[in-house]
């Protein structure tokens, strides 16, 4: 993105004649009935969509980083509000969670509602996940620079985003709705997170071509521990995935592969969206479930 922080504009130090004459100019030319191209042009409604560049004209009394991003406050208060007060103390989990723009990775039509804690809709029957839910499961990972982490269920990106942020991770991540597919992988592309690889296919059965994995988050409820991912992770690995019946609630599980066996940790109650594919309905099932 071009800097503009080297034209601005100072005209308090400038002659107060000059000043006036400016002012005069103004004038004259907001009477004017000119055909030049953008003198005539309807004002622009700017939503907050659009991401403000640094001002041209004036000194802002506004930081750089709130400038560029103007969520930036409501951002670092619900990291503050609902992630740091109810438990998160990864710090790197944090930091990934205070620089991740949600507001890019929610629909149009929810854009007031990007920093609360709740899932929003993404279209296709999906959600984004509640932001402490997707903090609470990328510290559960236990995470460690140069991992190889895979994720079920890209829907918006915004998981995967957070992962990237976290950094020093090679970040995989399979989606079964083409159209979520598509879109989730050109905005990370658009926002940089290029250490993100998107495919199109049914996660039941991971992905085969870069296993074994450190870590899998899965970001659906299948009912049912999927065998696929199991044998896809590393000795020492771990899954994080809400495992229960479609339409209710489901228990968070964490699954850690050590000395050959699988062990688990019941989390809690959880309610995500049910897994779909024909490896759900098909497929085999993972080892018992006994924590």
């Known amino acids: 993105m071009r800097s503009y922080s080297n034209y601005r504009w100072h005209i308090a130090e400038r002659n107060p004649r000059d000043a006036t004459c400016l002012l005069l100019l103004l004038s004259v030319l907001a009477g004017c009935t000119s055909t030049i191209p953008g003198i005539d042009a309807p004002e622009q409604t700017v939503t907050d969509t659009a991401i403000p560049l640094y001002s041209t004209a004036t000194q802002s009394s506004l930081t750089p980083t709130e400038e560029v991003d103007p969520y930036y406050q409501r951002r670092l208060k619900m990291v503050e509000n609902t992630i740091e007060a109810r438990g998160v103390r990864d710090a790197r989990v944090l930091e990934a969670m205070r620089s991740v723009p949600r507001h890019r990775f929610v629909p149009a039509d929810y854009?007031?509602?990007?920093?609360?804690?709740?899932?929003?809709?993404?279209?296709?029957?999906?959600?984004?996940?509640?932001?402490?839910?997707?903090?609470?499961?990328?510290?559960?990972?236990?995470?460690?620079?140069?991992?190889?982490v895979l994720e079920i269920g890209t829907g918006s990106g915004y998981q995967a985003a957070i992962l990237a942020a976290w950094g020093g991770l090679e970040v995989y991540s399979v989606e079964i709705i083409p159209e979520l597919a598509e879109s989730a992988a050109a905005r990370l592309r658009e926002l940089a997170y290029t250490d993100v690889q998107v495919m199109t296919a049914d996660g039941y059965f991971g992905w085969v071509e870069h296993a074994p994995f450190d870590a899998i988050v899965v970001t659906a409820a299948p009912d049912h521990l999927p065998a696929p991912l199991v044998e896809q992770l590393v000795p020492g690995g771990?899954?994080?995935?809400?495992?229960?019946?479609?339409?209710?609630?489901?228990?968070?599980?964490?699954f850690v592969f050590e000395n050959g066996e699988l062990k688990a940790y019941n989390l809690g109650s959880v309610a995500f969206v049910p897994f779909t594919g024909s490896g759900i309905v098909g497929g085999t099932p993972g080892p018992t479930i006994s924590p």
Request: net charge negative; glycine share 10%.
């Open 238 to 254: 771990r899954l994080v995935i809400p495992i229960g019946p479609p339409g209710g609630f489901q228990t968070l599980w964490k």
């Open 111 to 148: 854009l007031e509602f990007a920093y609360d804690d709740n899932p929003l809709p993404i279209g296709y029957g999906q959600t984004i996940s509640q932001p402490y839910i997707v903090a609470l499961m990328t510290e559960l990972l236990d995470l460690t620079p140069g991992e190889k």
